[in-house]
């Protein structure tokens, strides 16, 4: 696996938290995600571990696999729009906010 997948997952895994705090009630009294942002960022996360394309991934947009599915390509569209100012300074968002806008 290469750096970028992991680095991908931990900014994945943080929008998802900020977009659950925002929208959903769970987390506030859990500390956790919800079960249906648990299992968005456990999808996500298998996706990236699964690209074939690891190191020379590129942005998902443009890739010709459209791993996601249909359903959870709108909700994760949802959270990138939903937390993506927070990490618009950061070089790896906004690659990553490329993917699936
Ligand atoms: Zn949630």
């Given at each position: 696996m290469s750096a970028n997948i992991p680095r991908e997952i931990s900014i994945?895994?943080?929008m998802i938290g900020?977009?659950?705090r925002g929208k959903h009630s769970d987390i506030k009294n859990s500390g956790n995600l919800c079960k249906e942002c648990a299992s968005l960022l456990e999808y996500a996360e298998g996706k990236l571990r699964k690209c074939p394309y690891q190191e020379e991934k590129p942005s998902?947009?443009?890739c010709?696999?459209?791993c996601y599915s249909r359903e959870y390509r709108v909700t994760i569209?949802?959270?990138m729009k939903y937390s993506g100012w927070r990490f618009m300074v950061?070089?790896?968002l906004e690659s990553l906010l490329k993917y699936i806008s």
């Open positions: 994945i895994g943080e900020i977009y659950c998902c947009k443009d010709s696999i459209h569209r949802d959270v950061r070089p790896p």
